[in-house]
Each structure stands twice: as structure tokens, then as C-alpha cells.
């Protein structure tokens, strides 16, 4: 649905024209996977597929949300007596969010929603954090919040974490809040300072999608969260990014195996983050090549959180790239997305590496996306 439809849908549901059509991107992390709530470092890009939010006052304590890529299901709640939807699973994101942001800053009113959107879901690029951030401009918009990007970030996650029930970091709310067009951003998960990098002109983020589906907050993702602050107790930090790799070889035989494979990905996947914003930014390819295969093994071995369909076609990919590029799952994991970059000369073999080789006896089709890095909602 492109923004024209998405005003005619909020004109035929409302009667009126919608006061502010509001987006936010979806995201792609191109390094640093589970250490954003490990206070560490993170390295994604706002990519060019988006959220739209429309948006009017209302003159009661209503709001209404329509989704229009769900049939326009309708969901309405009265915004001083917020619960959670179990029949509509979808409006717990707008519910969590209103009861969040009215914590904050309490609304004047009620408003009437309609969102869209192109974000995959359950792909691993972000569309529940895009979902939040572009509600927050929109309302923010309407009722003339002064609310900076951090700010909605923290908003969103609070929304996630205490509303909807994911533990997730801050990474995905930051990104889609504050991303900025041609850049990835390095972000510092405890200090939330952050700094913009250009993409070298020769490489290209490609997207494949491996289509394994797996919701993050039925998957594994919050048990992951918790063997990490085991760790982090084991090894008397607050949290694992004050953890060193010479800690753990001194406590590592005490610790459960998997507690401290966990901790060992976090400490070295926040030390490869960090190499690899130097390496992108003085065209280091192989070093580029290298984080992000270190990386994927690490997510794979250690973290335990790929699986065979996503690990066949980094393999797949990582053998057409040669060292010229680099490709690594991305995301929260258990299906979803790789991510590459990859020199403009070997994009077509990507493809044909992905779509002709035996994917398809894994039992599921690639979608391939040629992506951009975006501008944030907020920045
Ligand atoms: C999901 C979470 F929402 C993020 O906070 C982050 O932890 C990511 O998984 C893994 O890096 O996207």
C-alpha cells in the first residue's frame, strides 16, 4: 500500500483525512548480534523498508487502530485502561507503546491510527521497532511532543520489554529512530552515544532471506538474555561488556559450557564490532570479510542461535564473495536473514548463487533485497 492508499483507508475509516502520515525503517545489523543488551557495541544500518503510520486526533479517550495489511482489523482500547489483546496479538505493539508514552507524557486525547508497511515480518530487519518508532512520530506529531530519537527508542524498548513481553536491547528503536541515509552507526549500548560511518562506495548491503520464520519472543531469544547475566554473575561484572576473555579463562571451568560459550560470544562478537567500524572506514575488506565470518561462527558455535538453512547460504555466499565481501546471519537468529556486502561486480553471482544452487532442498525459497541505508524517523 503506498501513502496515497494508506490516506484513502484513513478517509474511508474515519471520515476525515489523516492529520500526519508518519514512517520509520527497519533495520540491518551488520555486525555486534546480542551484545546490545549486553551493554556493548552494536553496528546497524536503517534500511529502505518502512512502517507507515496515519494519524488524527479524536475528540474522546479512544484510540483505534487499523491494521491494514491485516485485513484492516480493528482494534480499539480506552487510553487510560490499557490491556493486553490476546485475540489481536498485533495491537499490543500500539497498546504498549500508548501506555508507555502516556507515562511520559500524557495525551490531551484519543487519536485513530492506520498503519502499512513493507518491513518483512518475522525476518529478523526490525518490523516491530519500526512499527513503534513510526507510531511515536506520528503521535508525537499530532500533539506536538517534543520527543528526541533516544528518547522514542527508550520508549519503544520500554514498550517491548515491559508491555509485549521480549527482553530485546535498544539496538532496533535506535537505529529506526536515528539512522542516517549512506551510513551504518556504531553504537555504545551503555553510554547510547553513537557515531555515523559511510558504507564504502564499492560495497553493497544485500539481503537475503533465508524465510525460516521464527517470532523472537517465542524463540529462545530471552533465555539467551538470561545465561548471559549468569555469566555476567559468574564473572563478577555488571554486565558482560566489562567481561575480558582472560575472566573467563579463569572461571570458565566452574561455569556451565553453555553459560560461558554465551559469555565468549558477547566479549569477542563486542571486540570484532569495533574492529570492524575501523576497518569499513579505512576500506579494509579483508579484515571487513573476516569480523563477519568470525562473527557468524561465533553466532553459530557459541551462541547457538542459526540454524542449518541460514548457515548454508552464508557458506554459499561466502564462497562467491572470496574474501572480496563479507556475509554473516543478522538479527536476533533462528531463522531469518544474512546479510552481505558485496563489491557491485559479484551481486549477480550472489544471486545466482542462492537462487541456483540446492537452497531449495532445504525446504525454503530465498527472497533476495538490494537495500540502502536510510534516514531514521528522528534523525
Ligand atoms: C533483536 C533485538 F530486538 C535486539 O535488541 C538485539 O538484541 C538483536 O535481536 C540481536 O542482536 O533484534
Same mark, same amino acid.
Given at each position: 500500500m503506498d501513502k496515497r492508499e494508506l490516506q484513502a483507508t484513513f478517509q474511508q475509516h474515519f471520515n476525515t483525512p489523516p492529520e500526519v502520515v508518519a514512517h520509520a525503517p527497519g533495520r540491518v545489523n551488520l555486525i555486534g548480534e546480542h551484545t546490545d543488551y549486553n551493554q556493548g557495541f552494536v553496528f546497524p544500518a536503517a534500511i529502505n523498508f518502512v512502517t507507515w503510520v496515519a494519524a488524527g486526533k479524536r475528540n474522546d479517550n479512544q484510540c483505534c487502530v487499523v !491494521? !491494514?495489511?491485516?485485513?484492516e482489523q480493528r482494534n480499539s482500547f480506552a487510553l487510560d485502561n490499557i490491556v493486553r489483546d490476546s485475540t489481536q496479538p498485533w495491537s499490543n505493539y500500539a497498546r504498549g507503546v500508548l501506555k508507555v508514552l502516556q507515562q511520559q507524557y500524557p495525551l490531551p486525547g484519543g487519536i485513530n491510527l492506520v498503519v502499512t508497511g513493507n518491513v518483512p515480518q518475522g525476518a529478523g530487519l526490525s518490523s516491530s521497532a519500526s512499527f513503534e518508532i513510526a507510531l511515536l512520530k506520528a503521535i508525537a506529531e499530532v500533539f506536538e511532543l517534543d520527543i528526541d530519537g533516544v528518547t522514542a527508542a527508550l520508549l519503544g524498548q520500554r514498550a517491548e520489554n515491559d508491555f509485549v513481553g521480549c527482553a530485546c536491547g535498544i539496538m532496533d528503536q535506535l537505529i529506526s529512530a536515528m539512522g542516517r541515509e549512506d551510513h551504518a552507526m556504531l553504537l555504545d549500548c551503555r553510554s547510547l552515544t553513537f557515531k555515523h560511518s559511510t558504507l564504502p562506495d564499492n560495497l553493497h548491503i544485500v539481503i537475503v532471506n533465508s524465510n525460516v520464520k521464527r517470532g523472537l519472543v517465542d524463540s529462545e531469544y530471552n533465555l539467551r538474555r538470561q545465561q548471559c547475566e549468569q555469566a555476567a554473575e559468574w564473572l563478577g561484572v555488571t554486565s558482560l561488556r566489562d567481561a575480558t576473555l582472560d575472566m573467563l579463562g579463569k572461571h570458565s571451568s566452574e561455569m556451565p559450557d553453555a553459560v560461558m560459550r554465551r559469555a565468549r560470544h558477547i566479549i569477542t562478537e563486542n571486540a570484532r564490532t569495533q574492529l570492524m567500524f575501523e576497518a569499513l572506514a579505512n576500506n579494509d575488506i579483508m579484515a571487513v570479510s573476516q569480523a563477519m565470518a568470525e562473527s557468524h561462527a561465533s553466532m553459530r558455535d557459541d551462541f547457538e542461535i542459526t540454524v542449518p538453512p541460514i548457515d548454508y547460504l552464508v557458506t554459499l555466499i561466502a564462497g562467491v564473495l572470496e574474501g572480496a565481501g563479507g556475509v554473516r546471519m543478522t538479527g536476533g537468529g533462528f531463522g531469518g536473514c544474512v546479510v552481505a556486502l558485496v563489491p557491485q561486480h559479484l551481486i549477480g553471482n550472489v544471486k545466482a548463487a542462492v537462487t541456483d544452487h540446492d537452497y531449495a532442498n532445504t525446504g525454503y525459497q530465498p527472497d533476495i533485497y538490494d537495500c540502502t541505508a536510510t534516514q531514521g524517523a528522528f534523525a
Open positions: !491494521a !491494514a495489511d491485516y485485513e
